[in-house]
């Protein structure tokens, strides 16, 4: 705790946004030395001190207390305001959050970031005639200025920002104004802007540049095969063809992309790459190609795989199998859901490369949906022989969905079972992490819904201890990482022995995963762990195989005579 305190400590200090915090009382109870450095007051005159009293009245009460009593009701402020710095004006962008100290609001934490220079960039932006007023298109002249401007922004970011640049070539249109005259041409540019235009965030640019070509700047992505969909929707709709009289007049175009700061970290080198990667896509006649020949196939792929993914769904692609658990005789008391993909071409495809795809394009709900459903069914028909319970993995994604308690309790009613005493919900640890104490929360109702909750992955992430113990998870489920070295690794069987007492004083059990050899299986037993899964005891099972081995009732591993 110390540590960390230290090294918060330090990031506050050693940044050069100023970072206060304001109490209730409308005084500084932190402020960081670029704070103090730029008001040029000794830190006894600011800590502690009213916010009036550093400020002044007036701009107190006019500008900074309205936002400060927002935030300290609960809302995130952000703005941006000119403020005097001695002789000097400066342009802050001011961020206030509110800060709570056991679930109220105590404080109002307060960033403020100088732009000034962006302002002024800002300023000479207005006084050039950049946009067009009819088309809304900005011109070719401030794809430089735009660009300064965002790069600029990009390199201040906190966050790894990328930008990407896409200069899209309407490649007939020389041939149209040929044969239909330039106005109509110039007419199915401006609007073929406009189309292009509907389809970008409000952060994104449109320019229209120099004769038949459109650039488009994207901002705040970040993915790198981010650029590669929206070429291929550009692409889309472009080619889709206008109405001219009696006849359809079909636009023919190539995008190139680059990205920012990988394929340049300058405006022109940035342009230049993008305009080499048209050159390319047109010379290899490609709707679209990235600079970066690496990421391009990556994002081809990745897209490919997407599309797929929608397609695997409907054609019934996925499968379920099941891996035993197993307690300290081997026999068989739950099973671990998890989920294949026979891909028709590529074969069978690990759930560790789709669903990571499948959690940020959003079909993970879909997907986790009919895991449950299809789980709670084989369930149901096992259960009439068989009380063994099964664990379902979920994703981030699906934990912080509002409807997973009702999706899970409309699975159950309509697979027949009665309660819920016989489903697991895996969950990882860097989940938690995210936003403990709303995952905690989300925990705690399902668990008092009745659904056990199984920890995941335990060890791979950062839980503190203390933190431990208030969730409710009933079984931490150890990482095979651990299992790998407990062998040969002194420091990974104390740690091992540690955790162990750990889950006991908890009041937690434990299951060691990824269990692989007889060796293994006796250091765990002998340090005291009794419930495992690994291929020593069986790999992930069809249902029908699963059946099998229950039907057999022998305990895993079973080994083969003669
Ligand atoms: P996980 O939850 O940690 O699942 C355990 C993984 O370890 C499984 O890989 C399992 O086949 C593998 N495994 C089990 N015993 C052994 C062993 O002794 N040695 C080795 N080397 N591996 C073992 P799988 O099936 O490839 O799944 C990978 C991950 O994909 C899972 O990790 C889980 O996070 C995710 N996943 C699988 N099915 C689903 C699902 O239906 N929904 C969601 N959201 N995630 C899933
Ligand atoms: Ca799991
Ligand atoms: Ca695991």
Not at 53 to 65: A, C, M, Q, S
Not at 187 to 195: A, K
Not at 221 to 240: C, F, M, S
Not at 317 to 326: K, M
Request: net charge negative; with cysteine.
């Amino acid at each position: 705790m110390v540590e960390l305190e230290k090294r918060f400590e330090y990031i506050v200090n050693t940044s050069s946004d100023f970072i206060t915090l304001v109490n209730r009382e409308y005084r500084y109870d932190v402020v960081n030395e670029s704070y103090i450095r730029n008001i040029e007051k000794p830190r006894e005159e600011i800590l502690g001190h009213r916010v009036e009293e550093v400020w002044g009245k007036d701009v107190f009460f006019k500008t900074i207390k309205p936002h400060l009593d927002r935030c300290l009701a609960g809302e995130e402020v952000h703005y941006v305001d000119r403020f005097e710095f001695g002789p000097s004006w400066r342009y802050m962008h001011i961020s206030y959050y509110p800060y709570q100290e056991n679930g109220e609001i105590t404080h109002a934490l307060v960033f403020s970031h100088d732009i000034t220079r962006l302002g002024e960039i800002e300023a000479k932006l207005i006084n050039y005639e950049f946009r067009d007023p009819m088309t809304g298109l900005f011109n070719g002249r401030s794809l430089d200025i735009i660009l300064e401007m965002e790069l600029e922004k990009a390199n201040r970011s906190q966050k790894e920002e990328l930008l990407s640049l896409l200069f899209i070539s309407i490649t007939n249109l020389q041939e149209i104004n040929l044969s239909h005259g330039h106005a109509l041409g110039n007419m199915l540019l401006e609007n073929t802007g406009i189309r292009i235009r509907e389809l970008l965030r409000n952060s994104d640019y449109i320019f229209r540049y120099e004769g038949n070509e459109l650039v488009v700047l994207l901002t705040c992505l970040n993915q790198e095969y981010g650029p590669a969909v929206v070429a291929r929707k550009i692409h889309d709709i472009v080619t889709i063809p206008y109405r001219s009289g009696s006849h359809d007049i079909c636009l023919t175009c190539h995008i190139g992309i680059s990205l920012f700061p990988k394929d340049g970290d300058s405006p022109q080198n940035f342009i230049n790459s993008a305009a080499e990667a048209l050159r390319r896509s047109m010379s290899e006649n490609r709707p679209y190609l990235m600079y970066d020949r690496k990421i391009h196939n990556q994002a081809v792929s990745r897209l490919k795989m997407e599309s797929d993914m929608v397609r695997a769904f409907e054609k019934g692609e996925f499968q379920l199998n099941y891996q035993p658990i197993v307690d300290i005789n081997g026999k068989i008391e739950g099973c671990e859901t998890l989920i294949r993909w026979d891909h028709p071409q590529k074969g069978r495809i690990p759930p560790s490369e789709f669903i990571p795809l499948a959690e940020r394009n959003g079909l993970i709900v879909s997907i986790g949906k009919w895991v449950i459903f299809k789980t709670l069914r084989s369930l149901k028909s096992w259960s009439e022989e068989y009380s063994i319970y099964t664990s379902l993995n979920l994703t981030s994604r699906e934990f912080e969905d509002n409807h997973l308690l009702s999706i899970l309790q409309a699975a159950l009613k309509q697979a027949e079972l009665e309660n819920p005493d016989r489903i697991r919900l895996e969950c990882t640890e860097s989940m938690e992490m995210l936003h403990p104490d709303l995952i905690i929360e989300k925990m705690k109702s399902l668990s008092e819904a009745g659904f056990e909750i199984f920890l995941d992955d335990f060890g791979t992430g950062y839980s503190s201890l203390s933190y431990l113990k208030d969730l409710p998870a009933s079984t931490l489920k150890l990482d095979k990482s651990f299992i790998d070295e407990i062998v040969h690794s002194q420091e990974s069987r104390n740690f091992l022995k540690l955790i162990i007492h750990l889950a006991e004083n908890l009041n937690k059990e434990l299951i060691a995963e990824g269990v692989e050899t007889e060796e293994q299986l006796a250091v765990l037993k002998k340090e005291g762990c009794h419930k495992f899964q690994g291929y020593y005891f069986s790999p992930p099972l069809t249902e029908q195989e699963l059946l099998t081995l229950l039907k057999a009732g022998r305990a895993l591993p079973v080994i083969r005579e003669g």
